[in-house]
């Protein structure tokens, strides 16, 4: 061995020796933190309290690092490394966990507008990874970004990072939850955009812009995701919120938010180029934004798009949005400018109009009026509180009355409790405007309000302007109705005038109580009588009465005060004038003795009977109508949720006063709740349209309804009658194909849970009140679970047997394929006996009957179950490999 190979091989073993040395000590505790205390010079601003492990599994504890306005600090830092990784290419850390990462910065140096902050461009050099990085996991439990005014919390982060070249790569990531709090500015000082925007920073950022068009990053940036569960800004909460983006020669990102308002956005931007083109695509469901404390600006499908480039940009907006207690109206904005400017270039507001022409209509001879009505109503009925409520949080109504547009719009709200409540109703007819808003139910509390200064909508040829209030408030059985009505410049062809009009009344419908009413009118003109002023007072109870008359023109003044008295026993009413006065150009008379007017009516009592009676009457209807569209609807174990438009025509003659009247009523994505142990389960339907048209004497119907998505699975069909208001003959028709029979749940008030398809046809003849319904339906897959099944089945055999109904374990049927037929005749002349009659045929080879999980039962059945006279016959059979049983019960009572 030559020298020359000696000193190599001694070199190489004094290299190895040293290297082992240095692992060795990296290895330890004591040699890695002293590794590490001597490169940590090369960190200025980095500091650490404590540093234990080794090189490939090491901690740091109370960490740091201040640079520039910035500073980090962290609790603890945990890193991991894979050995193996140092020999190849790739470099891995398994895993690096945070805790308390703060990151603190002064905002006001964000964009300095110091031009030597700039002066090199950032393209001139790049960085260039040669090998891989790879940090498979990272944990942030809580990060903390803080300035002076300005807090950003993020909790439970879990993410990964990726070196590759020059593509730097965040992995998937997950937020649990963040917060955006902001101590300078409260959510009421941040709507106000002059308190919140800063033009100095405003200006920083767009000088840093406008000097550096050819700005582009020095690595390429990718977002692969980022999903947060909940975001808080202020009071209001995001949740699910997905984020992906690219940073390279093109910044691209989406941004969405999967909760109520299903909020996202599309942008790209070329950083590139000299003018950095940029496209901006925001969209959201529904968008809400309150302007006042009862003015809320709403839009569905809300879409806003951004394009063009940084200094010459234009933004359009597009959609059709409704304000509380307006309207609904299209908007369409359009707007350009650049960093600096922006202008608004074109706005139309346009009310939606829905008016259809009506074509191919038979020519009359005689006038016709078209009125239409149309409307979208959004209705739910509340499953959560104990207390049932119907919620109509906003409808629309849009009608076109004998040729006038009327818009009607507001909100309305329900419950067994306070009844009806009406938080503003606002209607409109031409330029003619009014609102009710209060509540009704045991005590009544209104108030309303006309303003109309077009009164040719009204009446024609009639001019001036009416404006009135109206206040019913009390008892709902006795209210006080209050109210003020003024008019001015009263004309009608020239024929009446009145220049000035005012009507007072207060009226107490509670006996033994005072009502008044008060009418003074200025200048009137009637024909060729003029009168200068006309006044009448009038003040009544049960007893007493008042009333006071004035009128005056130049030539004439007639003045008098009658006072009443009725009594009651004697059923005569007596009159005495107070006071008399008449005046004419040249003459006066005075009445010095009283003239008295006598009445004497013997049906008084029974007038006031009348009375009473009608009131009774009227009521009751009231209470009749209240428990038929509410209480039945809370009776009933459904509970929904829908978004209703519908549509009315009315075509009427002087000869037919409604001669063809159309209701089309459309729902999209109803939804039913029905609450069972404490759990609510829900169910929608996909589509449901309904088409009413009365004419003449006929009425016509159409029905389809949709329960799903797939068009194959419906329902659908109609119903005549015709002459309705005399022989009342029905004929009617409806199909279902694979109908799911799952909505039965939903109307049925005790626990049971029916699934499965329905197909077949209904027929439905003979009169109104005397129906005669076939129903012919094919069962397939039919699932029924209920604790009450086996009391039935036992009950047709053995209907003395009462010791079944204690049973309370659950029981089920399931029906392969069956088929049932039911026929019914009612007749609803004869009152005293029940004379309604139906039968029910059943047949099915594959029947399967549940008691326990354990006990199964496999029949074939074919039954027969017919009612007649309060009682009810079944005859059929019951077939299985273990016996064959017959049934023949007749005449038993149920």
């Known amino acids: 061995m030559n020298v020359y190979q000696r000193y190599l091989s001694k070199s190489l073993i004094l290299f ?56 980090i600090k962290a609790s603890r830092i945990h890193i991991l490394i894979d050995p193996k990784s140092l020999l190849s290419a790739h470099k891995i850390l398994k895993n690096i966990e945070i805790k308390n990462l703060i990151f603190s910065f002064n905002e006001n140096h964000l964009f300095s507008s110091k031009k030597n902050y700039f002066k090199k461009n950032p393209l001139e050099k790049n960085i260039f990874f040669n090998n891989y990085v790879i940090v498979k996991n990272i944990h942030f439990d809580k990060i903390l970004l803080k300035s002076k005014n300005t807090h950003i919390i993020l909790l439970n ?56 068009k050819q700005f582009a990053f020095p690595m390429n940036l990718n977002f692969i995701s980022i999903k947060c569960k909940k975001i808080q800004v202020f009071q209001n909460q995001f949740k699910n919120v997905f984020f992906q983006g690219i940073i390279n020669k093109k910044f691209i990102f989406k941004l969405k938010f999967n909760d109520f308002f299903k909020f996202n956005i599309f942008g790209k931007v070329l950083l590139n180029n000299l003018y950095h083109p940029i496209y901006i695509h925001l969209y959201t469901h529904r968008f809400l934004f309150p302007v006042k404390k009862n003015i809320t600006f709403i839009s569905k499908n809300f879409n806003v798009i951004l394009k063009g480039t940084v200094d010459n940009y234009y933004l359009s907006f597009k959609n059709i949005i409704n ?5 609904s109206v299209f ?3 359009f707007c350009n400018g650049n960093l600096t400017n922006i202008s608004v270039n074109k706005i139309y507001f346009i009310p939606i109009s829905n008016d259809k022409k009506l074509v191919d209509l038979k020519k009359q001879t005689y006038i016709q009026y078209i009125s239409k009505l149309t409307g979208n109503v959004n209705i739910s009925k509340n499953v959560n509180s104990r207390v049932n409520s119907i919620n109509i949080s906003h409808f629309n109504l849009k009608s076109n009355i004998i040729n006038k547009k009327f818009l009607v719009s507001g909100s309305l709200n329900y419950n067994q409790i306070s009844n009806v409540k009406i938080p503003k109703i606002s209607f409109f007819l031409g330029k003619n405007k009014g609102f009710v808003q209060g509540s009704v139910s045991k005590l009544i509390n209104l108030d309303s309000s006309i303003n109309a200064n077009n009164l040719n909508d009204f009446i024609p040829d009639l001019k001036g302007a009416i404006i009135s209030t109206l206040n019913i408030y009390g008892y709902y059985f006795s209210p006080v109705i209050s109210g003020v ?31 008044n009413v008060f009418l003074s009118i200025k200048n009137i003109n009637l024909s060729k009588f003029c009168l200068d002023y006309l006044n009448i007072k009038l003040y009544w109870n049960d007893i007493k009465q008042k009333f006071c008359f004035f009128m005056k023109n130049k030539n004439f003044n007639i003045n008098f005060v009658i006072n009443g008295k009725l009594n009651h026993h004697k059923k005569i009413w007596k009159g005495i004038f107070k006071k008399i006065n008449i005046s004419t150009f040249n003459q ?3 009445f010095n003795k009283r003239p008295i007017i006598f009445a004497f009516n013997k049906n008084t009592k029974k007038n006031k009977y009348n009375t009473v009676k009608y009131k009774r009457y009227i009521f009751s209807l009231i209470k009749k109508v209240k428990k038929f569209l509410f209480l039945s609807i809370f009776n009933s174990s459904i509970n929904f949720k829908t978004n209703l438009f519908f549509q009315t025509t009315c075509i009427s003659n002087k000869i037919n006063k409604f001669s063809n009247i159309k209701i089309f009523l459309y729902s999209k994505n109803t939804t039913l709740y029905k609450k069972i142990k404490n759990k609510i389960f829900s169910k929608k339907i996909s589509f449901l349209k309904f088409l009413i048209n009365l004419k003449k004497n006929n009425l016509t119907t159409r029905l389809v309804i949709y329960p799903s998505k797939n068009k194959n699975n419906k329902l659908f069909g109609f119903l005549n009658i015709y002459d309705i208001f005399h022989k009342q003959h029905i004929q009617g028709k409806y199909f279902l194909l694979h109908f ?9 008030a005790h626990p049971t849970a029916i699934n499965g398809k329905c197909s077949g046809k209904i027929h439905v003849l003979h009169t109104l009140y005397q129906p005669h319904i076939l129903a012919d339906m094919h069962l397939k897959n039919f699932y029924i679970k209920s604790n009450k099944i086996l009391k039935y089945i036992m009950l047709f055999f053995y209907p003395s047997l009462n010791l079944v109904k204690h049973i309370k374990i659950n029981q089920s049927i399931f029906i392969k394929q069956g088929n049932v037929l039911f026929q019914l005749y009612l007749n609803s002349k004869n009152k005293i006996v029940n004379s309604t009659e139906w039968n029910i045929f059943f047949s099915s080879n594959q029947v399967f009957f549940f008691i326990l999980p354990k006990i199964k039962l496999n029949l074939s059945s074919q039954l027969n179950l017919h009612y007649f006279l309060l009682k009810y016959d079944l005859i059929g059979y019951l077939k299985s490999f273990l016996f064959n049983f017959h049934i023949n019960e007749k005449n038993f009572i149920f």
């Open 16 to 71: 190895a020796s040293l290297l082992f040395l240095i692992i060795l000590l990296l290895e330890s505790n004591f040699g890695f933190k002293l590794f590490f205390n001597i490169t940590n010079y090369c960190f200025l601003g980095f500091k650490t309290e404590k540093v234990s492990g080794n090189w490939r599994d090491f901690t740091l504890k109370n960490i740091t690092f201040n640079f520039f306005h910035a500073s």
């Open 157 to 212: 982060v879990y993410s990964g990072l990726k070196f590759i070249n020059n593509n730097f790569t965040i992995l998937d990531t997950y937020v649990d939850y963040a917060a955006f709090n902001y101590k300078k500015y409260n959510q009421k000082i941040f709507l106000n955009t002059k308190k919140i925007i800063n033009k100095k920073k405003i200006n920083n950022f767009l000088s840093f812009f406008l000097d550096h």
């Open 323 to 327: 304000i509380s207690g307006m309207p």
């Open 331 to 333: 908007l369409n904005v």
């Open 485 to 515: 009505i003024s008019g001015e410049k009263l004309n009608w062809n020239n024929i009446i005038y009145l220049k000035k009009m005012k009507i007072l009344f207060n009226v107490n419908t509670q006996q033994n109580t005072t009502k």
């Open 588 to 590: 006066k008379w005075n």
């Open 740 to 748: 799911p029979c799952s909505i039965l749940n939903f109307f049925i």
